[in-house]
């Protein structure tokens, strides 16, 4: 489904081919390769296991007034999004399969698959084949507002959520009613924008625009560790085989964390002019990737920190993207956030 989700780009995309050594028939049916919230997984990879585009080609376009910046798409569906609606566009054709307006108006909204047959966008749950408004809640909001994502975890079955300044986790588990609120935790730093979350292996990590890292208990909101940095950790990261891979704001410093015990394995700072990590980071094949305000595109290697390699963007474009990778390919948003 990765070849789908680029198509809402208002604006140039850079590509950087590491390797090309696939055809579509190596993958089956392309349905099986969702993209189930908004950066892919509950780890924030950004990485898709399917195909993806060889050449810029446009497969279909689909005009939506309005349309906003995050993509989903699974049960052979694209989702997008405006301000009041959602719509559920046809995975081969991109016409509109059906459009639901939510009674509430908001910006940015998102959606996340829950099930095979319910969705959650907001405060609002969806029947995926029909865009049916199933509940509205009057407590939970998986809102989306700038770079302050919320994520759902399937393993857990909760989703997490900022509130002013905590992570608020929710039982999802009965989806016949409204999340119901299980555990709360105070970050300091946190607010309503600004600050993602992700998940990995039963741990929670929360943004916050203090010079800190926390990682939390996803079942009881217990803090495991909270590990002094040298900037603010807001925007989002990147879990991945046991780490947590996240830029600071500010000081221009990559870390990369054991995600078990909070230890700094290793840090990577460019010391380039106007460097500033932008938005969050991709990973895959033991390597990340993040784009800089710089200009550039970084590949580091995961378990040592070391650049492998960078791509020079045609200026300092890179802002507020970020990077998607699939098929041995990285995609690099320039001026306008995707997923």
Known sequence: ??????????????????????????????????????????????????????????????????IESYVAAFNGKVFVTTATDVIALDKDTGSIVWSATLPARQRW?????????????????????????????????????????????????????????????????DMSAPPVL??????????????GIQYGDGRVFPGDFEPHQMALNASTGEVLWDVETTGAMCFSGSYYEGKLLKAGEQDNTFYCFDAETGNILWKFNPG????????????????????????????LDVNTGNMLWKFQGADYTYWPGWPVVGDGKVYATVGQRVS
């Not at 975890?153 to 929710?170: C, I, K, N, R």
């Not at 299980?182 to 600050?195: C, H, K």
């Not at 002019?273 to 590949?299: F, M, R, T």
Request: hydrophobic share 40%.
């Open 182 to 195: 299980v555990w709360e935790t105070y970050v300091s730093g946190a607010t309503g924008s600004g600050t």
């Open 272 to 299: 380039t002019q106007l460097g500033y990590w932008v938005s969050g980071c991709a990973v895959a094949y033991d390597i990340v990737y993040e784009i800089n305000k710089d200009g550039n595109l970084y590949a």
């Open 109 to 173: 909204h998102a959606v996340f698959k829950i099930d095979e047959s319910r969705l959650i966008i907001s405060k609002y749950c969806l029947e995926t084949e029909t865009g049916t408004i199933l509940w509205e809640s009057e407590d939970f909001s998986a809102k989306v507002s700038y770079w302050a994502e919320s994520v759902y975890s399937p393993e857990e079955q909760m989703f997490y959520t900022h509130g002013d300044t905590a992570v608020l986790a929710w039982d999802v588990s």
């Open 1 to 66: 489904m990765l070849v789908m989700l680029l198509v809402f780009s208002a604006f140039p995309v850079a590509v950087v081919l590491v390797s090309a050594n696939s055809s579509l028939d190596d993958y089956g049916s392309l349905v099986q390769y969702e993209w189930s919230q908004i950066h892919g997984d509950s780890g924030f990879t950004r990485f898709s296991e399917g195909p993806a585009p060889e050449s810029p080609d446009i497969l279909w376009k689909t005009t939506i007034e309005g």
